[in-house]
């Protein structure tokens, strides 16, 4: 069973709040991900337009942002027009992300839930048009909690939803723990380096660094969505090719460039082998 103390206590001394906004990598994977959410969330239909606050006001779309720490997504798209609830385990992360929600009178972002991803009982069934599930599935090291998760988020959509959920797929986990086993010891020794690859688990042996991890090959997160009656849209790799090479990407300075590189990760993110190998992938699915 996942231990979600270990998961609280690290998000207590990690920053996650700045995680995307740290160094190019970060910021490559949230360039990428607001557009492939730009392109894929249903469009909001705007009433009216607050005033100072730059909050737009909707009828509209329901976002739940499971796992979604200190709000990283949440503000931007609650800003957009979009109904948003915040769910995170760590209640160090959901008070960053209350205080700024006071700060910046964001009304959009309507609540803050201390939630665990395998019981979403607060909310009401078919409640919510969207789900992203930006976080969770790096956690969740046992089977029936990864089921438990995705059914629940299937019970809590309407039917036509749709789910974003990330992952860290299988080789690009498994591998990067071969650094960490030479840099970290006391975090990673061999015998947890092959449970690695042979499982997709990874159980930190010290209480320092990533904890509870979990690396699926992206077959099964396809077959897990699948099972609980949801069709993919998109299958594919986050930062793509683009992957441990941001730092030479974000020296474009010309805009025409810059962006016609983003339009060609785009268009190989989809290749299996760049979804295993380039870090965190994205799945999108709607629910039948």
């Known amino acids: 069973m996942t231990d979600f103390e270990k998961v609280k206590n690290y998000y207590r001394h990690f920053d996650e709040k700045n995680r995307l906004r740290n160094d190019n990598s970060g910021k490559l994977e949230f360039l990428m991900t607001m557009r492939i959410l730009e392109k894929e969330l249903p469009p909001v239909q705007v009433t009216e337009t607050a005033g100072a606050d730059g909050n737009e006001s909707s009828d509209g779309v329901s976002i739940l942002d499971l796992g979604g720490g200190a709000g990283v997504y949440s503000f931007p798209l609650a800003k957009k027009g979009y109904k948003v609830s915040l769910a995170d385990l760590s ?4 008070v960053q992300a209350n ?3 006071e700060e910046e009178a964001v009304q959009n972002l309507i609540s803050c839930d201390q939630v665990n991803a395998t019981d979403l009982s607060c909310y009401k069934d078919q409640s919510f048009d969207v789900v992203l599930l930006f976080g969770p599935l790096y956690h969740l090291t ?3 909690e990864r089921e438990k998760c995705i059914s629940e988020v299937s ?6 939803g749709k789910v974003f959920t990330s992952f860290i797929p299988h080789l690009s986990g498994s591998i990067a723990l071969v650094q960490r086993f030479c840099w970290s010891p006391d975090q990673v020794d061999i015998n947890t380096l092959e449970e690695c690859f042979e499982s997709g688990k990874f159980n930190n042996l010290s209480d320092k660094g990533f904890q509870e ?6 077959e099964e997160i396809e077959n897990l969505f699948s099972a609980n009656g949801f069709e993919k849209i998109i299958l594919r790799s986050i930062r793509g090719f683009g ?14 460039v810059f962006s016609k590189i983003l339009d060609l990760i785009d268009s190989t993110a989809e290749d299996k082998s760049i979804i295993e190998m380039c870090g965190h992938a994205i799945y999108v699915g709607v629910k039948k």
């Open 155 to 160: 019970r809590i959509l309407k039917k036509g």
């Open 91 to 94: 209640e160090t992360l959901l």
């Open 213 to 218: 991890g979990y690396y699926p090959a992206s």
């Open 99 to 101: 205080k700024q929600k």
């Open 142 to 144: 046992e089977k029936a």
């Open 243 to 256: 992957y441990e090479k941001e730092d030479v990407i974000f020296k474009f300075k010309n805009k025409n």
